[in-house]
């Protein structure tokens, strides 16, 4: 079990984003350091860096590159950075160390269903969703031990 003291999250409920994306974006980023995660969200936002789609992936196109199928969710990419963004002045708060940071949970979920108003009945509204906790890395700590000489132990003959 981790210990809370070292961690910092930021949760979005019932954001209006795809569920589909959402995972997909969160997969992407899962287990990087805070500095690639933002640095990447920003990309795709740009339109520079696909996220490749590993589960929703039928009659995808693949780009450029050793990519695979993917696509450039932008609208996921704001709020993922929204709350990057968060957790991360969370975990400044809590006072730890910023630059050893990584995304340690991703999660998209889906949220409330919620209909849409108009014609069409039956509609549904997208609603997502998403938890993301910040931790830091331990620093292995390097300790010379001492070289422990074996205790010499005096024989004494029996006669």
């Known amino acids: ?13 019932n954001l209006n984003i795809s ?4 995972v997909e974006v969160t997969s992407f980023i899962r287990g990087k350091t805070l500095v690639d995660a933002k640095k990447k969200m920003e990309n795709v936002i740009a339109l520079t860096v696909a996220v490749p789609f590993k589960r ?6 693949h780009k450029r590159g050793h990519l ?5 969710p932008t ?6 950075l929204r709350l990057l963004n968060s957790a991360e002045m ?11 940071l990584y995304v340690s949970r991703a999660v998209a979920n889906k ?6 108003a108009g014609r069409h009945r039956g509609r549904h509204a997208k609603r997502t969703h998403i938890e993301i906790a910040l931790a830091e890395k331990e620093k292995k700590k390097i300790e010379k031990k001492e070289a422990k000489k074996p205790e010499q132990k005096k024989e004494t003959k029996t006669k």
Request: net charge positive; no cysteine.
């Open 90 to 100: 969370n975990a400044q708060n809590k006072g730890l160390d910023i630059d050893s």
């Open 1 to 13: 079990m981790e210990d809370k003291q070292h961690i910092a999250s930021a949760k979005g409920e």
């Open 68 to 72: 695979g199928p993917g696509r450039f």
């Open 56 to 61: 929703y992936h039928m009659d995808l196109g």
């Open 111 to 116: 949220g409330n269903t919620q209909m849409k």
């Open 75 to 80: 609208k996921v990419a704001k709020e993922i």
């Open 19 to 22: 569920r589909k994306f959402a």
